[in-house]
């Protein structure tokens, strides 16, 4: 029987879907972050619930081949990064096996899964940085949460952001210290500053302070900036509630000229303080690539683009297919897209739509079904998938082909086995199909490593309807 506080010394026989290695003993499995195949660790039980146990290694005792020498600092106390102690060659592995595993386990579906597309940088790749700001012991610190809390662990510098990042940290560091402000504190609803968010494209710098009540002293905070940046633009985000969502929805530009326009391929696009980007520049342009290969939308037909952010992918799709139509919630990001399809000359063959794309989807795609040759329609959803109302308005115009990308491969295979057939929706939820009554065959599916020293993939599918 596993006992709280207990030590003990076992080998680790399996690796689990966030990279943390896994023990089987006396009935239970046991899970132990940072620890590896094959590895003899000694190890304490932190937690026992029925049949499921969590641990802290302890020690190494005979590590594993795969194992390197993290490079951060923080590593094992910033809840980030997961993998910084595996080869990247390893990494890649593990992220091909999680998403086999999802669609196996969750999607009810043995499906080949192509390797992992590595990514050019293994460290500094992010274009997004966003840290936390809390009070905590008496002082205001500016630091990633730990794993499990919001207790945030003081960073100076992160490895998977590039030097900005650090820069942009001391300036609101600076900042802090000689303006007095306070950050927030979640169980008293105190503090002004929340969180630091940033993106720099090209150069191009987009700062947003989260507050609870309006910055004091901020031209102290753009005095910071400037002696560590030629160009950048300054936001002020107000959030007074009581909640973990990030940003609230006032924007207040204090400084620089709030949006930029930088080139992607050939496509020249505009950027904000709300558009939604993909982290990894480089590894976007690989990603975008092979979508547009694999929709291969038709001259003559239209090709849907869901949760289509900024419109950067709309626009690509929309240069091969008839007419390509974004959906996208931000109203900024719209803005921005709409702004892309004139100054790309694509207004004739670009529409963008604000709204939920599981209000709108249900009447779009029937309509376009009716008034084009053919419809392709790709995903691309936050981490909790698309809602069935999307799903049963693909199904019901029986679209051709599907192509969804997903940083989440649990509600990817569970979305994929809801289209394929795999599974289906009952009053009770979702449950696995016995009989084969498949819909759709996927004919593409790989991990692309978005996110490397993580346990985060990004992962692209294609599913085509099968023939009668």
């Known amino acids: ?22 023990v089987k003993e006396e009935g239970s499995v046991i899970f132990l972050p940072f620890a590896f195949l094959g590895e003899k660790v000694r190890y304490k039980i932190l937690q026992v619930k029925k049949n499921i146990a969590f641990g802290k290694v302890l020690e190494v005792l005979t590590p594993a081949k795969e194992r390197v020498k993290p490079v951060c600092p ?79 662990v003081k960073t100076a510098e992160c490895a998977i952001h590039p030097d900005w990042a650090k820069k942009v940290i001391e300036a609101f560091d600076a900042y802090i210290k000689k303006s007095g402000v306070k950050g927030y504190d979640e169980e008293s609803h ?48 107000r959030n007074d ?76 799709l929309a240069m091969r297919a008839k007419k390509a139509y974004g959906v996208e919630i931000v109203k900024e990001a719209v803005q921005c897209a709409d702004d892309l399809a004139r100054r790309n000359n694509l207004t004739d063959k670009m529409e963008n739509l604000c709204g939920k794309c599981e209000e709108i989807l249900p009447k779009l795609i029937p309509e376009l079904k009716a008034r084009y040759k053919a419809v392709t329609v790709v995903l691309d959803p936050p981490r909790k998938g698309v809602e069935y109302s999307v799903i049963e308005a693909i199904l019901a115009a029986q679209i051709p082909k599907i192509v969804y990308i997903s940083c989440n491969p649990a509600t990817l295979a569970r979305d994929a086995g809801l289209l394929v057939g795999s599974l289906k ?3 009770n939820g979702i449950e696995r199909q016995k009989e084969d009554c498949a819909r759709y065959k996927i004919t593409y599916l790989r991990p692309f490593d978005m996110f490397p020293q993580t346990r985060h993939v990004e992962t692209l599918v294609c599913l085509e309807k099968k023939q009668d």
Not at 4 to 22: F, M, Q
Not at 95 to 124: H, M, S, W
Not at 267 to 281: D, K, M, P, W
Request: charged fraction near 25%; include cysteine.
């Open 241 to 316: 509630r009581r909640t973990n969502v990030v940003l609230g929805e006032e924007f207040n530009l204090l400084y620089g000229e709030g949006k930029y326009k930088v080139k992607y391929n050939n496509i020249v696009y505009e950027f904000g303080a709300e558009s939604f980007l993909q982290v990894n520049t480089e590894m976007s342009r690989k990603l975008y690539k092979k979508t547009v290969e694999l929709a291969a939308p038709d001259e003559d037909g239209a090709v849907v683009d869901a949760f289509s952010g900024a419109g950067l992918l709309t626009s690509m």
């Open 74 to 152: 923080l590593f094992t106390k910033c809840g980030g990064c997961k993998l910084q102690h595996l080869r990247y060659s390893e990494q890649l592995k593990l992220k091909q096996n999680i998403v086999a595993d999802c669609f196996r386990k969750i999607g009810n579906l043995e499906a080949k899964v192509n390797g992992t597309v590595p990514a050019e940088k293994e460290y500094g790749y992010r274009n997004k940085l966003q840290i936390p700001v809390v009070w905590q012991n008496g002082e205001t610190v500016i630091g990633f949460y730990a794993e499990n809390s919001h207790r945030a």
């Open 1 to 22: 029987m596993l006992v709280k506080n207990e030590e003990r010394i076992s080998l680790i026989s399996a690796v689990g879907a966030n990279g943390e290695g896994i």
């Open 425 to 427: 929706m009952t009053k």
């Open 190 to 237: 105190t503090g002004v500053l929340r969180h630091i968010v940033a993106r720099d494209i090209d150069d191009c710098l987009i700062v947003t302070a989260v507050a609870r009540s309006p910055l004091p002293q901020q031209d102290v905070l753009i005095s910071e900036l400037k002696s560590r940046f030629g160009r950048f633009s300054l936001y002020e985000n």
